[in-house]
């Protein structure tokens, strides 16, 4: 089992950056892909950005160039760098864990609470 705590989130400006944090408990976390999945209102949930335990990573395309993931295994924690901030960046971001890097979120196991980020223009 694992549990993941999501932290960072906040209110910033277009331009502007954020760094999440997910913090995982358990002592399997290095064996786990890592995603960051994010939902705005009334929207599906959708893919950012993976991890996988080799450090090889996949982001999607609206983030690419301004976003970045990380892990710190000895940390059990996973980063989402966000650096130029949108206003359709807007919505709430999950952290999640699973077995093998992919984009779909039926593919993960394991899910944080979600951190809000939101982006004014």
């Known amino acids: 089992q694992v549990q993941l705590v999501e932290s960072g989130g906040g209110w910033v400006q277009a331009g502007e950056s954020l760094r999440l944090s997910c913090a995982a408990s358990g002592r399997t976390f290095s064996s786990y892909a890592m995603g960051w999945f994010r939902q705005a209102p009334g929207k599906a949930r959708e893919f950012v950005a993976a991890i996988n335990r080799g450090y090889s990573t996949n982001y999607a395309d609206s983030v690419k160039g301004r976003f970045t993931i990380s892990r710190d295994n000895a940390k059990n924690t996973v980063y989402l760098q966000m650096n130029n901030l949108k206003p359709a960046d807007t919505a709430v971001y999950y952290c999640?864990?699973?077995?093998?890097?992919?984009?779909?979120?039926?593919?993960?196991?394991?899910w944080g609470q979600g951190t809000q980020v939101t982006v004014s223009s």
């Open positions: 999640a864990g699973s077995r093998t890097l992919q984009t779909g979120p039926d593919g993960y196991d394991y």
